[in-house]
């Protein structure tokens, strides 16, 4: 509301987690360190940041605790293995998912269905590998953090 920019559409990539950012940049408070996302603001504003991230990271947990899901009784996999982890790029979508389950990756310019998993297909191989470093790289990167930024003793 109130901005220069208002209703337009961006096509850059964002996440959930950038929501509660961009609601305390709005209101002034300062974003704290150990907290995930970053403001949409500028983009209200007209002026997308040069450094704006390339891909985004999304997680699913299919399983249920009390009554197994269809996903857990196909594959019988237990609570804690019954998950995915996905990574999207503009072009690429890579899910990896718990439990030994192959992933999947999907070229979603020339397949924006998804409907052809290439993760097998050996000319693909570099593309897993790639976006495979990058999802460990990301996970990395998201790690409970509610401690960073403080120093306990020196």
Known sequence: ????????????????????????????????V????????????????????DAVFMEADFSHPA?????QSHTGLP?????????REARWKYVHFGGG?????FDLEADP????????????????SRLARKMIDRMTERRDRRLTGYSFGV
């Not at 901005?3 to 974003?31: F, K, M, R, Y």
């Not at 009554?67 to 996903?71: E, K, L, N, S, V």
């Open 1 to 32: 509301p109130w901005q220069p920019a208002g209703g337009q559409e961006i096509s850059h990539l964002t996440e959930s987690v950038d929501v509660t950012p961009t609601i305390l940049d709005w209101i002034g408070v300062e974003c704290p």
């Open 34 to 53: 150990a907290l995930d996302g970053r403001s949409l603001l500028p983009f209200v504003g007209g002026t997308p940041p040069e450094d704006w991230r």
């Open 67 to 71: 009554r197994p899901t269809r996903f």
């Open 79 to 87: 609570v804690n293995q019954c998950n995915a982890t996905i990574l």
């Open 101 to 105: 389950i192959a992933p999947m990756l």
């Open 113 to 128: 269905g998804e409907l052809r998993n290439l993760a097998d297909d050996p000319a693909f191989a570099g593309e897993v």
